[in-house]
C-alpha cells in the first residue's frame, strides 16, 4: 500500500508509477485529511509506502501532525517500508521527521528517497522555464524507474539528513510556518467564474462557495497552493506576485 499527498500532482505522479510496477494500491491522504478518516489498513500488503512532498526543508506539517495520530491496521513484521520524497531543491530533514514518526509506531524504515521535481512554490520563487520543467519531470521518470527496481528488489537505502537541515528546519518552523498556516493571505479576482473546484479539493476544508465565489475560512491551511494551481482561470492568488506567475500540474496525472 502507498499513501501519498499531493497538491499539484507530483507526488501522486510517483506513487502512481510505483504502485504499477509493484503492483499495489495507492490511498490519497489528501481525501483521508479532508474526511477526517484516522487508520490505515494495510492489508497484509508486502510493502507499505509513503510518498510525500516536502515543503520548507521537511515533511508538510499538516502531513505531520496527521502521521502522529494515524492508526496502522494489518501491517506484517516482514512489511518493506519505504518513503519517498518530491522536492523542487532539497528533502532537508524529511527522513529524520518521518523516521520519527514511525519508530513511536514500533514500524522500521527501510528506504527513503527523493525525487527532485517541478517546483510549485510561486509565492516565494519564479517557476522554471518550460524547457527546465520538461528536463525535469524526464530526469524524474529516470529516477522513478531506478528506485522501482531497488524496491522490487526490497534493497535497504537509508541517506541520513544532513545537520545543517536541522538549523533551517528549526528557523523555519519558528519564524516561517506559522504565517504560512493561515488563509490571510488568498484572494480572489473577478474573473472567478465560481465552479467550486477549490473548495472540492481543499484538503484542510478551508474553502466555501458563498455568493459564487471561494472564501476562506480559519481552518489551518496545509499550504499546498492546490486551490492556486489548479484554478481553471488562474483567478486564485496567494500573494500579489501568483497574479503574475504561471500555474503548474503535473502532465502525466489526471
Not at 153 to 163: E, G, M, S, V
Request: aromatic share 14%.
Amino acid at each position: 500500500m502507498i499513501y501519498y499527498f499531493s497538491a499539484t500532482g507530483n507526488s501522486k505522479y510517483a506513487a502512481i508509477k510505483i504502485s504499477n510496477a509493484l503492483n499495489i494500491k495507492t490511498v490519497s491522504l489528501n481525501i483521508y485529511l479532508k474526511e477526517h478518516i484516522f487508520e490505515f489498513d494495510n492489508e497484509n500488503d508486502d510493502y507499505l509506502g509513503f510518498v510525500f512532498p516536502t515543503y520548507d526543508y521537511d515533511i508538510p506539517y499538516v502531513i505531520k501532525d496527521y502521521l502522529k495520530e494515524v492508526k496502522i491496521k494489518n501491517l506484517k513484521k516482514d512489511t518493506f517500508v519505504f518513503s519517498v520524497f518530491t522536492c523542487g531543491e532539497k528533502t532537508g530533514s524529511s527522513y529524520n521527521s518521518l523516521n520519527k514518526l514511525l519508530i513511536k509506531k514500533n514500524i522500521k524504515l527501510s528506504s527513503f528517497y527523493s525525487i527532485k521535481m517541478v517546483d510549485n512554490s510561486i509565492p516565494w520563487f519564479k517557476p522554471a522555464p518550460d524547457e527546465e520543467k520538461k528536463n525535469s519531470l524526464i530526469n524524474a521518470d529516470l529516477k522513478l524507474d531506478e528506485i522501482i527496481i531497488n524496491l522490487l528488489n526490497k534493497k535497504q537505502i537509508i541517506k541520513p539528513d544532513k545537520k545543517i537541515n536541522f538549523l533551517f528546519k528549526f528557523l523555519i518552523n519558528k519564524f516561517f510556518v506559522p504565517t504560512q498556516k493561515k488563509t490571510k493571505h488568498f484572494y480572489v479576482l473577478n474573473n472567478c467564474i465560481g465552479c467550486g473546484l477549490c473548495s472540492k479539493i481543499c484538503p484542510m476544508n478551508c474553502i466555501n462557495i458563498k455568493n459564487d465565489k471561494p472564501n476562506w475560512n480559519d481552518n489551518i491551511c496545509a499550504s499546498c497552493l492546490s486551490c492556486v494551481h489548479r484554478c481553471p482561470k488562474e483567478a486564485i492568488q496567494y500573494n500579489k506576485k501568483t497574479e503574475k506567475r504561471k500555474r503548474y500540474y503535473n502532465p502525466f496525472v489526471d
